[in-house]
C-alpha cells in the first residue's frame, strides 16, 4: 500500500542551525510533492511544493529537495529561529484526489 | 493566500447528539472541498471529499451515515457528526484546493469536537 513516512517524529536544533527533516515515500509515483507547517491547534499552512522533474526548489530560508529515484524529499530551513518551531507535513496527491500527508516532524528551535 | 473558515473552532457535545461543523471558503469558490480528521501526534486522515452539487466520496472505513456531508454552494460545505460518541472526539480540519487545478490546499483552522 502507498505509504508515506517522516521517519523523526520530534527535531530539536539551536538557534542559527540548519533544520533537515525527511519524507520518505513507497508504492507511489507522484507527480509533485508538497510540504506545509503545522502549529498546534490548528490547520495546515502550504509552505512549498516541488515537481517531478525539480531537483530544488528554494523560498527564503527554505529548500526542499525531490529525489525520485530514492523516493525522497528533503525540507531544510536555514538560520533556524524559534519561531520556526511547528510540525512539518510531507503531502503527496493521489490521483484525481485529496492529499495523503505523513505523520509530520515536530521541529523545536531553542535560543 | 486563499482563505478558508470553519465554525465553531470548538465544540463539546453529549454523547449520543449531532454536531453541524461549516466550512467556508472566503475568497474563492470550491467545487470541491476536503475533510479530514486528526488525532493527537497523528497525521491527517482524509475522510471524504465533498463536492458541489453531488454526493460526496468517502474514503474507506469512513461510515457515511455517521459523517453526512452536504455541499450545498459553492463556498459552503458541512459535515454533520451524528450520534456522536466519546471516540469521535478528534480535530477536524477542511480544506479546498488552489483554483486551476489540485495543487496547493488551503485549510480551516479546525475544529476541535469533544464528546463527553
Known amino acids: 500500500s502507498q505509504k508515506i513516512e517522516q521517519n523523526s517524529e520530534a527535531l530539536n536544533i539551536q538557534e542559527g542551525k540548519t533544520a533537515t527533516l525527511t519524507c520518505n515515500y513507497t508504492?507511489?509515483?507522484?507527480?509533485?510533492l508538497q510540504w506545509y507547517r503545522q502549529d498546534p491547534g490548528r490547520g495546515p499552512v502550504f509552505l512549498l511544493l516541488?515537481?517531478?522533474?525539480?531537483k530544488e526548489k528554494r523560498k527564503e530560508r527554505l529548500k526542499v529537495t525531490f529525489d525520485t529515484t530514492l523516493k525522497q524529499s528533503l525540507f531544510h530551513i536555514t538560520a533556524s529561529q524559534p519561531a520556526d518551531s511547528a510540525t512539518y507535513l510531507c503531502a503527496l496527491r493521489r490521483a484525481g484526489t485529496a492529499l495523503i500527508f505523513g505523520k509530520g516532524t515536530t521541529l523545536s528551535v531553542s535560543s | 493566500g486563499a482563505v478558508v473558515s470553519q465554525h465553531p473552532s470548538r465544540v463539546i457535545c453529549k454523547s449520543g447528539t449531532s454536531v453541524k461543523i461549516e466550512c467556508r471558503s472566503l475568497d474563492f469558490q470550491a467545487t470541491t472541498m476536503f475533510w479530514y480528521r486528526q488525532f493527537p501526534k497523528q497525521s491527517l486522515m482524509l475522510m471524504a471529499t465533498?463536492?458541489?452539487?453531488?454526493?460526496?466520496?468517502?474514503e474507506q472505513g469512513v461510515e457515511k451515515d455517521k459523517f453526512l456531508i452536504n455541499h450545498a454552494s459553492l463556498t459552503l460545505s458541512t459535515l454533520t457528526v451524528t450520534s456522536a460518541h466519546p471516540e469521535d472526539s478528534s480535530f477536524y480540519i477542511c480544506?479546498?484546493?488552489?483554483?486551476?487545478?489540485?495543487?496547493?490546499?488551503?485549510f480551516g483552522p479546525g475544529t476541535r469536537l469533544t464528546v463527553l
Open positions: 516541488i515537481r517531478e522533474n525539480e
Open positions: 480544506s479546498a484546493p488552489s483554483s486551476g487545478g489540485y495543487n496547493e490546499q488551503f
Open positions: 465533498s463536492n458541489e452539487g453531488s454526493k460526496a466520496t468517502y
Open positions: 508504492n507511489y509515483s507522484p507527480a509533485y
